[in-house]
């Protein structure tokens, strides 16, 4: 088998994307806004509503992952790399899980789900950096923002040094090889 599950490429990608923007709407516009400017909770709708979403589909993932067959874990000729990479993918799955649970959380206890999607017309709290999950949040971000590079550096040294095409493993293309492949 050459490459992952069609479902779990799809999800990889989307997921990137979304990942992504999550973290760019945390930090650039979310925390530079004020709780008292009314824009801020058009900007927690989206936050939150993108934020559940991951947390639904990384969890979904996660069990496809578990269920469908996977190729051979990647061999650089190292053990101590080749355990990193697979367990740097399982931390991944954490930290997104506890990502968004520190966010559900963080939104409980400021009472922003009858808020931001009930139209309460309560104002929000002060500030959110009260709260220990809001912390965690934020904690969880940084560390995620170094998977990434991480995982993107990964990347570009299999694909540009190493020159192994571990990249098509995780796009989409026929997921066994052919007769003519295995023998050459």
Not at 11 to 27: R, S
Not at 112 to 128: K, R
Not at 171 to 177: A, M, Y
Request: a positive charge; glycine letters at 8%.
């Amino acid at each position: 088998m050459r490459r992952y599950h069609p479902a779990l490429v799809l999800l990889h990608w989307l997921l990137a994307i979304m990942i992504v923007a999550g973290l760019i709407m945390g930090t650039n516009v979310l925390s530079a806004t004020p709780n008292d400017v009314p824009e801020k909770l058009f900007y927690l709708k989206m936050h939150m509503s993108m934020g559940i979403i991951i947390f639904i589909l990384m969890t979904v993932r996660l069990g496809i992952r578990f269920f469908t067959a996977k190729p051979p874990a990647a061999d650089i000729g190292n053990r101590l790399f080749n355990k990193l990479g697979i367990a740097t993918h399982y931390l991944f799955y954490l930290v997104v899980i506890l990502m968004g649970a520190s966010g559900f959380a963080t939104a409980n206890m400021a009472g922003l789900p009858e808020v931001v999607f009930g139209n309460s017309g309560a104002p929000l709290v002060s500030t959110f950096d009260d709260f220990l999950p809001r912390i965690a949040h934020g904690v969880l971000s940084q560390l995620l923002l170094i998977l990434i590079i991480g995982h993107v550096l990964a990347f570009l040294y299999h694909q540009y040094v190493r020159k192994d095409s571990l990249f098509s493993r995780m796009w989409f293309g026929r997921r066994t090889s052919t007769s003519s492949e295995v023998q050459s």
